[in-house]
């Protein structure tokens, strides 16, 4: 059985784009080897390491947050499908809390799932009647959302977005800072191949990370309201070649995969894109897919861009102050789900599109 993954789990065999060294900088490869700690899952949108020990991983398409003993190599399903106060309907993603806890957001329900540090619900919390739909929950029950426009509403089809911060039990959210999310499609109709667009995640402590993709940096803002711009890094720009604008043709032919309010998944046919249509860049955005991960001590994850046909790919680490201060290398058909004081949590995905996830230690 297999699944389609969102655009976002695309473009797995990438390669490093180089970056202007300076003396804080590590560079290292991913590990070999590893424990692993979970197999045959379908669509998993976070995995949180707990303060306990266990491993919180939800997954969309299976509408299950699992428990995982990495001691046993063990998992039980902590919360299933359905519309009980320990049931999720529509698993959207997962943060971790300062307490050592984690929330998972559930669209299908409208509400916030809060699991303690050693892997017991604590409780649910609604979020309905809210203007703007939630993506993720910080330590001091905010809400980040990014405004979603319908055809008609003023500002529909603009490149810049708002993202909101709602308060407890807000319904309306104050504006944090704009998104540059282009739309990829001109007036005369041509279709924008690979358009530079920002990415965004939440810190258990209430920091926003947002990664502007142009110029390439990161902007800080703080739950105090204190903002910190990042200095530009520096990249080596990295040409398209044949092989992206063949994947990335095959990838905007192939069928939408949408998921509703309950989490049930559809195929949504698409015409073949005809490439004489499309308008193609002569590189690659800085960054892979709007793709950004918390990780500890407050650093921000980033996945460059490389080649479709590449062997590797990088990550980055970016500190609080702006600064690049690691490079991980990556081999083609992984990526990192969650990354800890000590760990990387690595998933890896099939012929089948089902995925697993390995633990392997930083060194």
């Not at 698993?91 to 299908?108: I, Y």
């Not at 017991?120 to 203007?131: K, L, N």
């Not at 089809?157 to 944090?176: D, H, T």
């Not at 092989?243 to 309010?261: H, K, M, T």
């Amino acid at each position: 059985m297999g699944y389609h993954s969102l655009r976002v789990d695309v473009h797995l065999g990438l390669a490093a784009i180089g970056l202007l060294s300076s003396t804080t900088l590590q560079s290292q490869s991913l590990p070999s080897g590893g424990l692993l700690i979970a197999e045959e899952l379908s669509q998993p949108v976070g995995v949180v390491e707990l303060g306990g020990g266990g491993v919180l991983v939800a997954d969309r398409i299976e509408r299950t947050v699992y428990l995982l003993d990495p001691g046993t190599r063990t998992r039980r399903s902590l919360a299933t499908d359905g519309r009980g106060p320990r049931e999720v309907a529509a698993p959207a993603s997962l943060w971790r809390l300062p307490d050592g806890g984690a929330a998972v957001v559930d669209f299908g329900n409208a509400r916030v799932m809060y699991v303690g540090r050693g892997g017991a619900v604590d409780s649910t919390v609604s979020y309905a009647g809210r203007v703007a739909l939630p993506q993720a929950v910080d330590g001091q029950n905010n809400l980040v959302a990014v405004q979603v426009l319908r055809p008609g509403e003023a500002g529909f089809g603009a490149s810049r977005i708002p993202l909101l911060r709602l308060a407890p039990g807000a319904r309306i959210g104050s504006v944090i800072d704009t998104l540059h999310l282009p739309n990829p499609v001109t007036p005369n109709q041509r279709r924008r191949a690979f358009e530079p667009a920002d990415a965004w995640t939440l810190f258990p402590d209430g920091a926003i990370a947002i990664v502007r993709a142009q110029p390439f940096r990161v902007d800080w803002m703080f739950a105090d309201g204190r903002r910190s711009q990042g200095r530009t890094i520096t990249h080596s720009a990295v040409p398209i070649t044949a092989a992206d604008r063949e994947a990335w043709i095959g990838r905007e032919s192939a069928p939408e995969v949408v998921y509703n309010a309950s989490g049930a998944r559809r195929e949504l046919p698409r015409q073949p894109v005809d490439p004489r249509t499309v308008d193609f860049p002569t590189s690659l955005p800085p960054f892979e897919d709007r793709h950004a991960l918390p990780g500890p001590n407050g650093q921000v994850w980033i996945r460059l861009s490389a080649n479709a046909d590449a062997a590797t790919h990088d990550y980055i680490a970016v500190d609080r102050t702006g600064e690049v201060v690691l490079r991980l290398r990556v081999p083609a058909g992984r990526r990192l789900a969650s990354i800890s004081e000590r760990f990387f949590y690595v998933y890896d995905t099939d012929a089948d599109e089902m995925v697993t996830i390995t633990r392997i230690p930083r060194g």
